[in-house]
């Protein structure tokens, strides 16, 4: 379960923070964690550690738009690397099988409804 920290009103709707090392993570394969951030009617977050050598267990398919951004190390999509600081936008549609040789973590968004 996650930790939220704080939870408040502001001028614009419901405000939610998490602490992302709070957030309990989930083995998507070995070597593979994902942590489901808060979602809402419109995006869900999630944060995945890949370590070396790991790939993402199938191909992933987009209904919708799907965004991440390498925080640290590398992700390679078929011929691609994305290393730190990348952002990588996926259309609805769309499919990709990530990987890493070096190990990667990345912060991503599914967008839910267009």
């Not at 405000?15 to 070995?30: I, L, S």
């Not at 990348?86 to 549609?93: D, K, L, N």
Request: cysteine-free.
């Amino acid at each position: 379960m996650s930790k939220v920290n704080d939870t408040a009103d502001t001028a614009q709707g419901e405000k939610t923070v998490t602490q992302t090392d709070d957030v309990e993570p989930e083995r998507v394969a070995p070597g593979i964690l994902r942590r489901r951030l808060p979602r809402t009617a419109h995006a869900r977050g999630w944060l995945i550690d890949f370590a070396p050598g790991t790939q993402w267990p199938d191909v992933d398919v987009h209904a919708t738009e799907e965004r991440y951004y390498v925080l640290s190390g590398e992700v390679i999509e078929g011929e691609e690397r994305h290393g730190p600081g990348s952002y990588v936008v996926f259309a609805p549609g769309s499919s990709h099988r990530p990987r890493s040789e070096k190990g990667a973590r990345m912060l991503g968004f599914t967008v839910l409804n267009g």
